[in-house]
Nanobody, 126 residues
């Protein structure tokens, strides 16, 4: 059974940092990409970043690159999202998702996931 469990969300002041974790189990890391997505109230879900686990290639959505950094520890089956210089507009529920990446275009992981976690709330106060 595929499971994705996010952690690390919370309340932080603008300008602060958080590190989110996505602990994955139930599938072979080599064949998947893990993406981070977020959804704020009343807004559409957006892809934040994703990483192809086989080779570590990373992709970023919108203006995330430079403030957000995705990484993985394949030995721990865990993907991280380091977020810095947080802004109130970064407030959202953050989800991680696993996508079987062998047969799709590389950046597909910024838009789709086969399996999803339950999400973790990030709130940035001004």
């Amino acid at each position: 059974e595929v499971q994705l469990v996010e952690s690390g969300g919370g309340l932080v002041q603008a300008g602060g940092s958080l590190r989110l974790s996505c602990a994955a189990s139930g599938f072979s890391f080599d064949n998947y990409a893990i993406g981070w997505f977020r959804q704020a109230p009343g807004k559409k879900r957006e892809g934040v970043s994703c990483i192809r686990l086989r080779d570590g290639y990373t992709y970023y959505g919108g203006s995330m690159e430079g403030r957000f950094t995705i990484s993985s520890d394949n030995a721990k089956n865990t993907v991280y999202l380091q977020m810095a210089s947080l802004k109130p507009e970064d407030t959202a529920v953050y989800y991680c998702a696993a996508l079987q990446a062998n047969l799709v275009a590389p950046t597909t992981c910024l838009f789709y996931g086969d399996y999803w976690g339950q999400g973790t709330q990030v709130t940035v106060s001004s």
